[in-house]
Protein backbone atom coordinates (compact mmCIF):
# COMPACT_ATOMS: atom_id res chain seq x y z
CA UNK A 1 0.00 0.00 0.00
CA UNK A 2 1.23 3.27 -1.01
CA UNK A 3 1.99 5.42 2.01
CA UNK A 4 3.39 9.07 3.32
CA UNK A 5 6.52 9.28 2.39
CA UNK A 6 8.23 10.65 5.60
CA UNK A 7 6.37 7.00 7.58
CA UNK A 8 8.41 5.00 4.57
CA UNK A 9 11.69 7.16 5.32
CA UNK A 10 11.32 6.61 8.68
CA UNK A 11 10.37 3.10 9.27
CA UNK A 12 10.59 1.76 12.48
CA UNK A 13 13.30 -1.18 13.07
CA UNK A 14 15.67 -2.04 15.61
CA UNK A 15 17.43 0.39 14.24
CA UNK A 16 17.73 4.31 15.40
CA UNK A 17 17.19 7.27 13.20
CA UNK A 18 19.34 10.37 13.00
CA UNK A 19 20.14 13.45 11.05
CA UNK A 20 23.82 14.78 10.52
CA UNK A 21 25.39 17.71 8.94
CA UNK A 22 28.12 16.97 6.12
CA UNK A 23 29.83 18.85 3.03
CA UNK A 24 26.95 21.75 3.36
CA UNK A 25 23.52 19.29 3.31
CA UNK A 26 21.92 17.22 5.83
CA UNK A 27 21.75 13.76 5.66
CA UNK A 28 19.57 10.88 6.98
CA UNK A 29 21.09 7.92 8.46
CA UNK A 30 19.61 5.00 10.24
CA UNK A 31 22.37 3.00 12.11
CA UNK A 32 22.09 -0.18 14.91
CA UNK A 33 25.10 -1.40 16.65
CA UNK A 34 28.63 -0.78 17.87
CA UNK A 35 31.89 -1.82 17.12
CA UNK A 36 33.69 -1.23 13.43
CA UNK A 37 31.92 0.70 11.02
CA UNK A 38 30.31 -0.13 7.78
CA UNK A 39 28.59 2.34 6.15
CA UNK A 40 25.85 1.07 3.81
CA UNK A 41 25.28 3.24 0.35
CA UNK A 42 22.02 2.64 -1.62
CA UNK A 43 21.04 3.22 -5.63
CA UNK A 44 18.97 4.05 -7.84
CA UNK A 45 16.06 4.31 -7.18
CA UNK A 46 16.13 2.96 -3.42
CA UNK A 47 17.01 4.50 0.14
CA UNK A 48 18.71 3.54 2.67
CA UNK A 49 15.93 0.81 3.79
CA UNK A 50 17.23 -1.52 0.75
CA UNK A 51 19.79 -3.18 3.55
CA UNK A 52 17.32 -3.51 6.11
CA UNK A 53 18.35 -6.66 6.16
CA UNK A 54 22.30 -6.57 6.71
CA UNK A 55 21.82 -3.41 9.09
CA UNK A 56 20.20 -6.20 11.61
CA UNK A 57 22.85 -8.90 10.08
CA UNK A 58 25.92 -6.64 10.86
CA UNK A 59 24.68 -4.76 13.80
CA UNK A 60 24.26 -8.86 15.42
CA UNK A 61 27.67 -9.68 14.21
CA UNK A 62 29.45 -6.73 16.35
CA UNK A 63 29.94 -3.82 13.92
CA UNK A 64 28.75 -0.62 13.84
CA UNK A 65 25.82 -0.64 10.76
CA UNK A 66 25.27 3.07 9.24
CA UNK A 67 22.81 3.30 6.15
CA UNK A 68 22.13 6.79 4.65
CA UNK A 69 20.27 8.50 2.25
CA UNK A 70 22.02 9.60 -0.16
CA UNK A 71 21.99 13.87 -1.45
CA UNK A 72 18.35 13.91 -2.96
CA UNK A 73 16.97 11.14 -1.82
CA UNK A 74 14.95 9.99 1.07
CA UNK A 75 15.11 11.89 4.26
CA UNK A 76 18.53 13.55 3.73
CA UNK A 77 18.77 17.07 1.69
CA UNK A 78 17.17 17.74 -1.71
CA UNK A 79 19.96 20.24 -3.04
CA UNK A 80 19.44 22.15 -6.37
CA UNK A 81 23.06 20.68 -7.24
CA UNK A 82 25.70 18.22 -6.37
CA UNK A 83 25.09 15.28 -8.47
CA UNK A 84 28.50 14.82 -9.30
CA UNK A 85 30.57 12.11 -8.45
CA UNK A 86 33.41 13.97 -6.95
CA UNK A 87 30.90 15.78 -4.26
CA UNK A 88 28.85 11.84 -3.61
CA UNK A 89 32.31 10.94 -2.45
CA UNK A 90 32.61 14.51 -0.10
CA UNK A 91 29.37 13.38 1.14
CA UNK A 92 30.17 9.98 2.31
CA UNK A 93 33.43 10.70 4.00
CA UNK A 94 31.48 14.00 5.63
CA UNK A 95 28.84 11.74 6.85
CA UNK A 96 31.69 9.22 7.86
CA UNK A 97 33.75 11.67 9.97
CA UNK A 98 30.35 13.57 11.35
CA UNK A 99 29.50 10.42 13.09
CA UNK A 100 32.18 10.60 14.92
CA UNK A 101 34.50 7.66 12.52
CA UNK A 102 38.00 8.54 10.66
CA UNK A 103 37.52 5.55 8.70
CA UNK A 104 34.08 2.93 7.59
CA UNK A 105 34.24 -0.05 5.53
CA UNK A 106 31.70 1.35 2.38
CA UNK A 107 29.45 -0.58 0.90
CA UNK A 108 27.40 1.01 -2.00
CA UNK A 109 25.15 -0.13 -4.76
CA UNK A 110 24.61 1.14 -7.93
CA UNK A 111 25.64 4.80 -8.06
CA UNK A 112 26.33 3.99 -4.51
CA UNK A 113 28.89 1.55 -5.81
CA UNK A 114 29.87 4.49 -7.64
CA UNK A 115 30.20 6.20 -4.92
CA UNK A 116 32.66 3.43 -2.59
CA UNK A 117 35.16 3.47 -5.76
CA UNK A 118 35.16 7.50 -6.48
CA UNK A 119 35.47 7.83 -2.58
CA UNK A 120 38.02 5.44 -1.90
CA UNK A 121 40.39 7.18 -4.95
CA UNK A 122 39.34 10.25 -3.56
CA UNK A 123 38.80 10.16 -0.02
CA UNK A 124 41.24 7.05 0.90
CA UNK A 125 41.70 8.56 4.90
CA UNK A 126 38.12 7.78 5.24
CA UNK A 127 38.09 4.44 3.78
CA UNK A 128 38.89 1.28 5.33
CA UNK A 129 37.62 -0.84 2.46
CA UNK A 130 34.95 -1.12 -0.11
CA UNK A 131 32.33 -3.26 -1.49
CA UNK A 132 30.62 -2.06 -4.57
CA UNK A 133 27.69 -3.86 -5.79
CA UNK A 134 26.67 -3.86 -9.17
CA UNK A 135 28.54 -1.08 -10.26
CA UNK A 136 32.40 -1.49 -11.77
CA UNK A 137 35.32 0.38 -11.38
CA UNK A 138 34.12 3.80 -13.21
CA UNK A 139 37.16 3.69 -15.66
CA UNK A 140 35.83 -0.25 -16.66
CA UNK A 141 32.92 0.51 -17.04
CA UNK A 142 33.16 3.36 -19.66
CA UNK A 143 35.66 1.09 -21.11
CA UNK A 144 33.32 -1.62 -21.45
CA UNK A 145 30.18 0.43 -22.58
CA UNK A 146 30.41 -0.45 -26.11
CA UNK A 147 31.69 -3.84 -25.60
CA UNK A 148 29.34 -7.15 -25.88
CA UNK A 149 25.86 -4.99 -26.59
CA UNK A 150 26.48 -2.98 -22.80
CA UNK A 151 26.04 0.00 -23.94
CA UNK A 152 21.70 -1.12 -25.16
CA UNK A 153 21.16 -2.28 -22.27
CA UNK A 154 22.06 1.51 -20.12
CA UNK A 155 18.67 2.55 -21.76
CA UNK A 156 17.65 4.33 -18.60
CA UNK A 157 20.66 6.49 -19.10
CA UNK A 158 19.70 8.08 -22.34
CA UNK A 159 16.08 8.67 -21.49
CA UNK A 160 16.50 10.48 -18.07
CA UNK A 161 18.35 13.35 -20.05
CA UNK A 162 15.15 14.67 -21.80
CA UNK A 163 13.89 17.62 -19.47
CA UNK A 164 10.83 17.14 -17.29
CA UNK A 165 9.64 13.80 -19.20
CA UNK A 166 11.51 11.20 -16.48
CA UNK A 167 10.03 13.34 -13.12
CA UNK A 168 6.62 12.94 -14.65
CA UNK A 169 6.95 9.12 -15.78
CA UNK A 170 8.42 8.55 -11.74
CA UNK A 171 5.23 9.92 -10.18
CA UNK A 172 2.86 9.00 -12.53
CA UNK A 173 0.10 6.34 -10.79
CA UNK A 174 1.67 6.78 -7.70
CA UNK A 175 5.49 5.73 -8.91
CA UNK A 176 4.26 2.62 -10.74
CA UNK A 177 7.07 3.04 -12.91
CA UNK A 178 9.59 2.14 -10.23
CA UNK A 179 7.87 -0.81 -9.74
CA UNK A 180 8.09 -1.71 -13.62
CA UNK A 181 11.69 -0.98 -13.31
CA UNK A 182 12.51 -3.69 -9.98
CA UNK A 183 11.08 -6.32 -11.67
CA UNK A 184 12.55 -5.83 -14.74
CA UNK A 185 15.76 -5.51 -12.80
CA UNK A 186 15.68 -8.37 -10.95
CA UNK A 187 16.40 -12.08 -12.02
CA UNK A 188 13.66 -12.79 -9.75
CA UNK A 189 11.58 -10.44 -8.65
CA UNK A 190 9.21 -12.04 -5.72
CA UNK A 191 11.22 -9.69 -3.57
CA UNK A 192 9.47 -6.57 -4.64
CA UNK A 193 5.96 -8.08 -4.26
CA UNK A 194 7.01 -6.96 0.06
CA UNK A 195 9.30 -3.88 -1.24
CA UNK A 196 7.80 -1.92 -3.81
CA UNK A 197 5.20 -0.05 -1.79
CA UNK A 198 7.81 1.51 0.52
CA UNK A 199 10.31 2.46 -2.94
CA UNK A 200 7.53 4.21 -4.34
CA UNK A 201 6.11 5.87 -1.39
CA UNK A 202 9.82 7.27 -0.78
CA UNK A 203 10.43 8.70 -4.25
CA UNK A 204 7.17 10.43 -4.40
CA UNK A 205 8.52 12.64 -1.99
CA UNK A 206 8.96 16.03 -4.09
CA UNK A 207 11.91 16.35 -5.90
CA UNK A 208 13.26 13.16 -5.75
CA UNK A 209 12.15 12.32 -9.13
CA UNK A 210 14.18 14.59 -10.34
CA UNK A 211 17.37 14.73 -7.79
CA UNK A 212 17.74 11.04 -7.99
CA UNK A 213 18.06 11.82 -11.73
CA UNK A 214 20.50 14.42 -11.52
CA UNK A 215 23.34 11.90 -11.19
CA UNK A 216 22.64 10.02 -14.32
CA UNK A 217 22.62 13.34 -15.78
CA UNK A 218 25.72 14.29 -14.85
CA UNK A 219 27.11 10.88 -15.63
CA UNK A 220 26.46 11.32 -19.71
CA UNK A 221 26.95 15.25 -19.77
CA UNK A 222 30.49 15.38 -17.82
CA UNK A 223 32.00 13.24 -20.43
CA UNK A 224 32.26 16.18 -22.61
CA UNK A 225 33.04 18.47 -20.45
CA UNK A 226 35.81 19.17 -18.51
CA UNK A 227 34.74 18.26 -14.91
CA UNK A 228 34.05 15.08 -16.45
CA UNK A 229 38.05 14.43 -17.58
CA UNK A 230 39.06 15.75 -14.74
CA UNK A 231 37.40 13.17 -12.63
CA UNK A 232 38.15 10.15 -14.75
CA UNK A 233 42.05 11.12 -14.45
CA UNK A 234 41.69 11.20 -10.94
CA UNK A 235 40.32 7.77 -10.98
CA UNK A 236 43.10 6.60 -12.82
CA UNK A 237 44.98 6.01 -8.90
CA UNK A 238 45.20 2.50 -8.16
CA UNK A 239 42.65 1.85 -5.64
CA UNK A 240 45.15 1.16 -2.32
CA UNK A 241 42.50 -0.33 0.20
CA UNK A 242 40.87 -4.35 -0.21
CA UNK A 243 38.28 -4.40 -2.36
CA UNK A 244 35.28 -6.95 -3.21
CA UNK A 245 33.08 -6.64 -6.40
CA UNK A 246 29.59 -8.16 -6.21
CA UNK A 247 28.24 -8.88 -9.44
CA UNK A 248 24.61 -10.76 -10.67
CA UNK A 249 25.54 -13.09 -12.99
CA UNK A 250 21.55 -12.22 -14.24
CA UNK A 251 21.93 -8.32 -14.14
CA UNK A 252 19.93 -7.35 -16.60
CA UNK A 253 21.26 -4.12 -16.79
CA UNK A 254 25.45 -5.42 -16.25
CA UNK A 255 27.15 -7.69 -18.38
CA UNK A 256 29.77 -9.65 -16.72
CA UNK A 257 32.51 -8.54 -18.77
CA UNK A 258 31.44 -4.75 -17.39
CA UNK A 259 33.65 -5.73 -15.09
CA UNK A 260 36.96 -6.32 -17.18
CA UNK A 261 39.72 -4.11 -15.66
CA UNK A 262 38.92 -3.61 -12.84
CA UNK A 263 41.09 -5.84 -11.28
CA UNK A 264 44.23 -3.46 -12.67
CA UNK A 265 43.18 -0.86 -10.84
CA UNK A 266 43.37 -1.76 -7.72
CA UNK A 267 46.38 -2.14 -5.70
CA UNK A 268 44.42 -3.64 -2.24
CA UNK A 269 43.50 -7.29 -2.67
CA UNK A 270 40.86 -7.67 -4.96
CA UNK A 271 38.26 -10.46 -4.82
CA UNK A 272 34.69 -10.62 -7.31
CA UNK A 273 32.20 -12.57 -6.06
CA UNK A 274 29.39 -13.78 -8.38
CA UNK A 275 25.69 -14.10 -7.17
CA UNK A 276 23.26 -15.91 -9.58
CA UNK A 277 20.71 -12.98 -9.38
CA UNK A 278 19.15 -9.81 -10.96
CA UNK A 279 21.02 -6.09 -10.37
CA UNK A 280 19.91 -5.78 -6.52
CA UNK A 281 21.61 -9.51 -4.35
CA UNK A 282 20.68 -7.23 -0.91
CA UNK A 283 17.10 -7.06 -1.82
CA UNK A 284 16.97 -11.26 -4.32
CA UNK A 285 19.27 -13.00 -1.77
CA UNK A 286 19.63 -11.22 1.32
CA UNK A 287 21.25 -13.86 3.65
CA UNK A 288 23.46 -14.87 0.98
CA UNK A 289 24.92 -11.85 0.33
CA UNK A 290 24.65 -10.76 4.42
CA UNK A 291 27.09 -14.16 4.80
CA UNK A 292 29.21 -13.34 2.20
CA UNK A 293 29.66 -9.93 3.36
CA UNK A 294 30.26 -10.60 6.87
CA UNK A 295 32.74 -13.22 5.91
CA UNK A 296 34.87 -10.88 3.99
CA UNK A 297 34.78 -8.14 6.86
CA UNK A 298 35.60 -10.72 9.11
CA UNK A 299 38.75 -11.58 7.37
CA UNK A 300 40.19 -7.98 7.27
CA UNK A 301 38.99 -7.07 10.93
CA UNK A 302 42.44 -7.49 12.77
Same mark, same amino acid.
Given at each position: ????????????????????????????????????????????? +??? *??????? $??? !?? %?? @? &?????????????????????????????????????????????????????????????????????????????????????????????????????????????????????? +??? *??????? $??? !?? %?? @? &???????????????????????????????????????????????????????????????????????????????????????????????????????
Amino acid at each position: MITEPERAIEAPGPWEHRVVAANGARFHVVEAGSGPAVLLIHGFP +LFW *WTWRHQI $VAL !AE %AG @Y &RAIAMDLRGYGGSDHTPRGYDAMTLAADIAGVTRSLGEEQAWIVGHGWGGLGAWTTAALQPAATRGIVPVSMPHPRAMRANTLRGGQWRRMGLLGAVQIPFWPERAFTRQDGARLETL +LRT *WSADPGW $VDE !AS %AA @Y &RSAFLRWPTAHTAVEGYRWAVRSRVRTDGRRYLNAMSTPISVDVLLVHGSADPLLLPSSNRGSRELVSGDYQEWSLPVGHFPQEEAPSQFSDGLLAWLDARRG
